[in-house]
């Protein structure tokens, strides 16, 4: 019981992903409202409880961006570690060092 009052306090801050997963997952599936997201996104976003920054997240994807989604490439985009780099360990990266100056 506590987890449903939870999940709706998150979802009345708009703390959650799932509306933002929703839009996406909807725009991947369905080509009118893709379309409708990048050209009118406030008439495609009408009716979604979303954040400003979430709205911002979502309008900023190019229409190039949603047609790359697909439901099974999905749960990485939304994954917090597919946002981490590692670089190979193998690979050399090119570094320089700061100088006192530069400090």
């Not at 709205?55 to 190019?62: A, C, F, G, K, P």
């Not at 917090?80 to 360990?89: G, L």
């Amino acid at each position: 019981m506590d987890e449903k009052k939870d999940e709706v306090k998150q979802n009345e801050r708009g703390d959650s992903t799932g509306e933002v997963k929703e839009v996406i997952l909807r725009a991947v599936q369905e080509p009118e409202f893709r379309e409708l997201l990048v050209t009118d996104p406030d008439k495609a976003l009408a009716g979604y409880n979303l954040t400003e920054f979430q709205r911002m997240l979502i309008t900023t994807l190019e229409k190039d961006d949603l047609e790359k989604l697909t439901p099974e490439n999905l749960e990485e985009y939304f994954s917090a570690d597919s946002a981490v780099y590692t670089p190979d360990i193998e690979s050399e990266i090119d570094t320089e060092e700061a100088s006192e100056e530069d400090i």
